[in-house]
């Protein structure tokens, strides 16, 4: 199924009666708190199994950032497609492991790391998925497309939009990251800003 720019395919509090591969795209998931403000609890990529461990209703909404392609199952189907597809047993144990790490890292980001650690965990984060790599050492640089608006990285940092675009702009004086129009980020010194982002300071 296609899903255009900024329509939802998944509603916080709906019947979870699907979950959802993402195949093309990204998406940002968020929560509504009681007086309505919103909470972004992450952002989706290729390969991300979204709904998958809901219980009776989606505990949050997942908006697409762009065209976004998915494959829709049944809750009801997952043991037919183990039982086809073996392979995906262990795909789903993995998804599982995997979001209990997300949400730890989210804990830390959120209760223990400064504004700097914060934007810093957030680049090296949209660059893990495929250059992982490339932060482990001092590789050339690095441009990632940021399709989230600047408001979406405050909200899920946890800070204002006045904090994260001065945060930048601090990274782009520092020589870490250049940027090109409002979606493109190039990270100069990857290694650095992963040191950043695991409160490394060098000297």
Same mark, same amino acid.
């Given at each position: 199924m296609v899903v255009q720019a900024g329509r939802c395919f998944i509603q916080e509090g709906a019947p979870a009666h699907d979950f959802y591969v993402l195949t093309g795209g990204r998406a940002k998931l968020f929560s509504l708190m009681p007086d309505g403000r919103r909470q972004i609890v992450g952002f989706a990529e290729v390969g991300d199994f979204l709904g998958l461990a809901s219980s009776e209703s989606y505990a949050f909404t997942a908006e697409a950032l762009?065209?976004? *392609?998915?494959? /829709?199952?049944?809750?009801?189907?997952?043991d037919r497609l183990v039982e086809r597809f073996p392979r995906l047993h262990g795909r789903l144990q993995q998804e599982a492991s995997s979001e209990l790490v997300k949400m730890q890292a989210r804990l830390m980001l959120l209760g223990r790391k400064t504004a700097r650690e914060?934007?810093?965990?957030?680049?090296?984060?949209?660059?893990?998925?495929c250059c992982a790599h490339a932060l482990k050492d001092e590789h050339g640089p690095l441009?990632?497309?940021l399709p989230m608006s600047r408001t979406d990285i405050a909200d899920y940092l946890g800070?204002?939009?006045? *904090?994260?675009? /001065?945060?930048f702009s601090l990274?782009?004086?520092?020589?870490?990251i250049s940027i090109r129009g409002a979606s493109s980020v190039t990270l100069?010194?990857?290694g650095l800003l992963s040191d950043m982002a695991g409160g490394i300071k060098r000297s």
């Open positions: 762009g065209e976004v *392609t998915l494959c /829709r199952f049944p809750h009801s189907a997952i914060r934007l810093a965990s957030f680049l090296v984060e949209q660059a893990s998925p441009t990632l497309s800070l204002t939009i006045e *904090t994260v675009s /001065r945060t990274f782009r004086k520092e020589g870490l100069l010194s990857p």
